[in-house]
Nanobody, 125 residues
Framework: QVQLVESGGGSVQAGGSLRLSCAVFGYTYSAYNMGWFRQAAGKEREGVAAIDPYAITTYADSVKGRFTISQDNAKNTLYLEMNDLKPDDTAMYYC???????????????????WGQGTQVTVSS
């Protein structure tokens, strides 16, 4: 059974940094596309960053240059390093996975089959 468990969320001031982690259980991690998504109150879930089995990354324009997605295959863990955080980054952050080697739209939530429970990030001004 596939299970994704996020951690690392919290409250920070604008300009601060956080690192989110997503521990992966139940499958061979390196064979999956992985992504980070977020959902702010009253808004739709949006893709933030994605990484494919070949370590090719994709970022939303709103986070380029500030967020970095990475993975540690040995630890079966996905990361999202978030720097220069802004109040607009406030949201519940989710990691997601799909057992596909290529996605047409890696930042589309519809592409993913497995989801974690989310971790809250709050950025104050």
């Amino acid at each position: 059974q596939v299970q994704l468990v996020e951690s690392g969320g919290g409250s920070v001031q604008a300009g601060g940094s956080l690192r989110l982690s997503c521990a992966v259980f139940g499958y061979t991690y390196s064979a999956y596309n992985m992504g980070w998504f977020r959902q702010a109150a009253g808004k739709e879930r949006e893709g933030v960053a994605a990484i494919d089995p070949y370590a090719i990354t994709t970022y939303a324009d709103s986070v380029k240059g500030r967020f970095t997605i990475s993975q540690d295959n040995a630890k079966n863990t996905l990361y999202l390093e978030m720097n220069d955080l802004k109040p607009d980054d406030t949201a519940m952050y989710y990691c997601a996975a799909i057992q596909e080697r290529w996605l047409q739209r890696p930042l589309s939530f519809a592409e993913y089959a497995y989801w974690g429970q989310g971790t809250q990030v709050t950025v104050s001004s």
